[in-house]
């Protein structure tokens, strides 16, 4: 202890050197703590969303080219082939929770006059895009979204029905 004559030689915590009161920060670094991880945990939760989304949209994908292609090949001509890859797509990105997304079918051949032949190989691409989440409309240009696309090839007799007499 000192002396009651002496005086320590610094300022006392609560004083400033010129005499004033510091402001009582009790506390200020709870709020700040807080601030900052709202800040960042906000950002980090739509980047976390938006990635669950795009895989969802491309497991959806991958499964509608694969069984859209089946399907085109099962079929008996090149219409009823397009109807049913359509159908097969449309329902394999419903399965994925996809029902509203948008869907374009390509379909290619190796012998582009005869899908059908039995030497000809079937390439089917889908493609499609997924809104990102919680994203408005930004300028008038739509919601924010991200392009997916996948292609599968299936050559004309794997899948062919055989007659058992």
């Known amino acids: 202890m000192w002396p009651p004559a002496e005086r320590a030689p610094w300022p006392a915590l609560s004083h400033t050197r010129r005499g004033h009161h510091r402001r009582d ?13 709202v800040l960042l945990l906000l950002p980090m939760l739509w980047i976390v969303l938006s990635v669950f989304e795009v895989q969802r949209g491309a497991f959806g994908v991958e499964a509608a080219a694969r069984s ?5 090949v099962l079929a008996g001509d090149d219409a009823t ?3 049913r890859a359509e159908a097969a797509a449309r ?8 029902e509203e997304a948008p869907l374009e079918i390509r379909v290619d051949c190796t012998v582009p006059a005869a899908c059908h032949s039995g030497t000809s190989v079937v390439t089917v691409v889908i493609g499609t895009r997924v809104d990102l989440p919680f994203l408005p409309d930004l300028l008038g240009a739509g919601e924010p979204s991200f392009a997916l696309d996948a292609a599968h090839s299936v050559p004309v007799g794997r899948y062919q029905e055989v007659s058992v007499p």
Request: without cysteine; charged residues 20%; aromatic residues 6%.
């Open 25 to 37: 920060e009790e506390g200020s670094a709870l709020v700040e703590v807080v601030w900052l991880g």
């Open 68 to 72: 859209a292609a089946r399907a085109y």
């Open 81 to 83: 082939g397009r109807q």
């Open 91 to 98: 329902q394999a990105l419903t399965d994925q929770g996809l």
